[in-house]
């Protein structure tokens, strides 16, 4: 089957960093997405790594190590608006479905 | 309106009863997904289509769902005679199938209540 592990709840205040793990399992790889979803919306994207390495975009940045089948999202100065949950999800076919993970909820507090 | 649109946002049903989905993607957009999200959970791949034939219909459950997406563009998810278990929010997404990410747009999704 098809797995992804990632923890389920993070807690930062204000201004911290907080970098969420993710360990995937699944039959085809592709690319590693990270999606953004606040209580009752719909996801957005944040960000997509298909080779490894480090992507930057603004506050939140996001790695892929396809050897190791682990990727994370880091988040820097955390702000309140920050508060919702994140999921990885992994594209196992160029342009195909996402299979997510079970999501990372992160509060920030003041 | 410029994003993935979705109706209606709530339907409440009886167990046994038919209902429909519709999903409106961005204009443009050849590939057009259909997932379905349980409380505290991420989303579960339901079907996939590219522009009007499924693409992967692996996802769904079993052959009380259906889905089609006659000309290329708005897509219906079909549930016949629907079960308590099949109340959760089922999102529509689409993406250009062009990009390098593979970005999908979500709608805003249905969230089906079967008493």
């Known amino acids: 089957g098809q797995s992804l592990e990632q923890p389920s709840e993070v807690t930062a205040v204000e201004g911290a960093i907080v970098q969420i793990n993710c360990t995937y399992q699944?039959?085809?790889?592709?690319?590693l997405s990270w999606y953004q979803q606040h209580d009752g919306g719909a996801p957005t994207f944040l960000s997509y790594?298909?080779?490894?390495g480090l992507e930057e975009t603004g506050r939140f940045s996001s790695f892929l190590s396809r050897s190791d089948s682990y990727g994370y999202l880091l988040l820097q100065e955390l702000q309140m608006k920050d508060s919702a949950s994140y999921f990885c999800?992994?594209?196992?076919?160029?342009?195909?479905?996402?299979?997510f993970g079970g999501g990372t909820r992160v509060l920030v507090k003041p | 309106g410029a994003g993935v649109s979705q109706t209606p946002s709530n339907k409440v049903t009886e167990k046994g009863k038919y209902v429909e989905l519709r999903c409106d993607p961005i204009?443009?957009?050849?590939?057009l997904y259909w997932y379905r999200q349980s409380l505290g959970q991420g989303p579960e791949f339901l079907i996939y289509?590219?522009?009007?034939?499924?693409?992967?219909d692996s996802g769904l459950p079993n052959d009380r769902f259906f889905a089609v997406r006659p000309e290329g563009s708005v897509s219906t998810l079909k549930i016949q005679r629907t079960e308590r278990g099949d109340s959760a929010v089922y999102l529509c997404?689409?993406?250009?199938?062009?990009?390098?990410?593979?970005?999908?747009?979500f709608g805003p999704g249905t969230r089906l209540t079967v008493l």
């Open positions: 997404a689409s993406s250009s199938g062009t990009g390098s990410d593979n970005e999908q747009f």
């Open positions: 699944t039959s085809g790889f592709y690319g």
């Open positions: 790594n298909a080779l490894d």
């Open positions: 999800a992994v594209e196992r076919a160029a342009g195909n479905k996402l299979t």
């Open positions: 204009s443009g957009h050849t590939a």
């Open positions: 289509f590219q522009g009007t034939g499924a693409a992967d």
